[in-house]
């Protein structure tokens, strides 16, 4: 597979795509289009993938997750996609240099959009605490986002396994959530960091309870955010009269994934249809190297 490069870039150095894939685990990637629909109501067609029915990712073997990863690069390379915005923590945890960079078209990782901005814009003596699943934690692909900036002057990482299963099945606010919140980020309210940073885009679901835990005092860095303006960065604002369309896939259950949609509210005014989709390791063998 030709390697993406900067060739590709318009007459103005901006990328010129109009047809982005992103994806997730799941209904986490939410979070990603959010944002992505801030900036660009019009102009585009996204095709999201959320794999629902093998999500959770963050405990599976990472030899799975990375097969997982590469059947759903497949179906949207089949897709026509321009751009790729990775959406999922623990799949950009674990996929190598190499099987993001062959893909033909260019792929936006949420893990150098992380980097990129401790690198730029945190301030000098911060303290960190990256929480995140149980893969990208023992990955280590937090810590090397900031490993080459020397701002940080103590950073902890917290595994907070109960997330993603909660925010799946729709607990977002209330006692159950409450419960994991204060179950998981105990450690990280003694420890008392400057920042905390949500290492998977499922959890700004969570994040008015952990503001309400954690205290005003401590600044949430959501990285989903981060992916979207690097995205920005490459591609400038220009765009055309027409709405962005969202086209889904997901692997689970489409209504109940079309109630997670409708509570998320975000897409009252963009038109979008949900199909239920298989992501086989046939599809990513045929159209992602490695």
Known sequence: MQAYSSSTTGAEGKLRNRIVGIFDSGIGGLTVLREFLKIYPRGYDVHYVGDTARAPYGSRPP???????????????AKQVESIICACNTSDSLLSPEEKNTLGVPYFSILDAFGAMIEEHL?????????????????????????????????????????????????????????????????????EPDFIVLGC???????????????????????????????????????????????????????????????ADFMDNVAYTIEQSSFTVDSANRKVAG
């Open 63 to 77: 030899a799975t997750i990375i097969s997982y990863a590469k059947a759903i690069l497949g179906f949207l390379l």
């Open 123 to 191: 301030p000098p003596d911060s303290s960190l605490s990256l929480i995140a699943t149980e893969n990208t934690v023992r990955s280590g692909s937090l810590l090397k986002a900031i490993a080459a900036s020397e701002k940080t002057r103590k950073v902890m990482q917290q595994a907070c396994k109960l997330f993603v299963p909660i925010i799946e099945r729709g607990f977002w606010r209330g006692k159950l959530a409450d419960s994991v919140i204060q179950h998981h980020l105990a450690s990280v309210k003694s420890f």
């Open 201 to 263: 885009t499922h959890y700004p679901f969570l994040e008015e309870g952990i503001r309400r835990f954690l205290g005003p005092e401590v600044e949430i860095i959501d990285p989903g955010k981060l992916v979207v303006e690097s995205f920005k960065s490459a591609n400038g604002i220009t765009g055309n009269s027409s709405l962005t369309k969202v086209f889904f896939h997901v692997s689970g259950d489409v209504s109940q994934f079309r109630e997670r949609v409708f509570r």
